[in-house]
Structure formats: C-alpha cells, structure tokens
T-cell receptor, first 111, second 115 residues
C-alpha cells in the first residue's frame, strides 16, 4: 500500500473556480503534514503546512482528519498561476528527517 | 533570497560510470538531504545528513551511493557505478531544522541520464 495516495488528476478548472484536492496516508503514526507545489520540471516548493485544527493562507485552506487519515487542500478563486502539481507530503515521526511524497495532483487553470 | 544551488543541471553518462552531483545548501542550514524523482513518478527520499554524518537513509540508498560534505559549503552525492534505473532528477535540499518542523528548500535539481 502506498504511503501517500492522491488522485493524479488532471483537474482542469476555469479561472475563479474553487477546486479541492484530497490525499490519504497509510501510516497512522504520521506526525507532520504539508502541501508542496511543483511546477513542470521544477523543484518542489512548500505551499503550506497542515495543522490539526485546519489552517488558511489567503486563497488556500488545508484540513487534516487524523481519524480518517485524510488531508485536503482547497483553492478558492483559482488563478492561472495556480497551474501546477500539488504534492501531499507526510513525515512519520518527530525524529524522522524524511518526507513521504504523494505522486501529486495536476491542476490546470484555464482562462 | 538564499537558495540551494546544484550542479550540473544535466549529466549524461554511460552505465557503469561514476557520477558526482554537487550541491551548495543554504549557508546557515544544518540539515541536508538528497531526493530523487524518476520521470513521471513521485519524489523519493534518499538520505539525510546532519552534523557531518548520515542521519537516515532509504532502501534506495544502497552501497552504490555515498554522500560527503568535503568542505563547509558543498554537499555531494556520488553514485559509484551507475545503472539505467538511476536515471532521474536528483534534488538536493536543506533546512534549518529537521524535516518534521522545518521547511525544506530544494535546489532546481540535477537531471541524470544513464545510457
């Protein structure tokens, strides 16, 4: 079973739309959760950390459900510049240094 | 803005050859990492390095791989005898804190093609 599973998409949405991505993780001992963004043939960049209480950063809202081992990312008012692959990332314990990446969900925002 | 730099951006090599990929992490960071991404697949952890030694490594990081911090600025990944399946984008990353709490800053990657 994969550590982190995501719907690969692609999601093609018009500008201004709201889009949501989901992710599930298999290890119940997972400690930290993140959404990274990766543009085509570029390096991953941290978009936001995901906290148990849920958190918001501008147009982006992240939610965590530990009981269901489920993470979500909501993007409101999509911009063309939001087109990228969104990577769900977890770590297993507070002492671990390795990130487990999902395969990513590809988003294309259409004018 | 400080950044992680990697060289070369692209290397083509013959199977069985040794390859060294170089990275200059952000100067005040203490934790260094190598990840790889095979085309079309997920980013995979290879190794983490702290206090001049490997702190963790994955199953991918076998005896063919080694890392070194030869001076105060460079962090290198060596593949001793490359195989076709080593073809991938190799990302170096650094963080000021360990991965669970600190943001990882990735370099732009070194694309390795093994023929």
């Amino acid at each position: 079973r994969k550590e982190v599973e995501q719907d690969p998409g692609p999601f093609n949405v018009p500008e201004g739309a709201t889009v949501a991505f989901n992710c599930t993780y298999s290890n119940s001992a997972s400690q930290s959760f993140f959404w990274y963004r990766q543009d085509c043939r570029k390096e991953p960049k941290l978009l936001m950390s995901v906290y148990s209480s849920g958190n918001e950063d501008g147009r982006f809202t992240a939610q965590l459900n530990r009981a269901s081992q489920y993470i979500s990312l909501l993007i409101r008012d999509s911009k063309l510049s939001d087109s990228a692959t969104y990577l769900c990332v977890v770590t297993h314990s507070s002492g671990a240094n390795n990130l487990f990446f999902g395969t990513g969900t590809r988003l294309t925002v259409i004018p | 803005e400080p950044e992680v730099t990697q060289t070369p951006s692209h290397q083509v090599t013959q199977m069985g050859q040794e390859v060294i990929l170089r990275c200059v992490p952000i100067s005040n960071h203490l934790y260094f990492y190598w990840y790889r991404q095979i085309l079309g697949q997920k980013v995979e952890f290879l190794v983490s390095f702290y206090n001049n030694e490997i702190s963790e490594k994955s199953e991918i990081f076998d005896d063919q791989f080694s890392v070194e911090r030869p001076d105060g600025s460079n962090f290198t990944l060596k593949i001793r005898s490359t195989k076709l399946e080593d073809s991938a984008m190799y990302f170096c990353a650094s963080s000021g804190q360990g991965a669970p709490t600190g943001e990882l800053f990735f370099g732009e990657g070194s694309r390795l093609t093994v023929l």
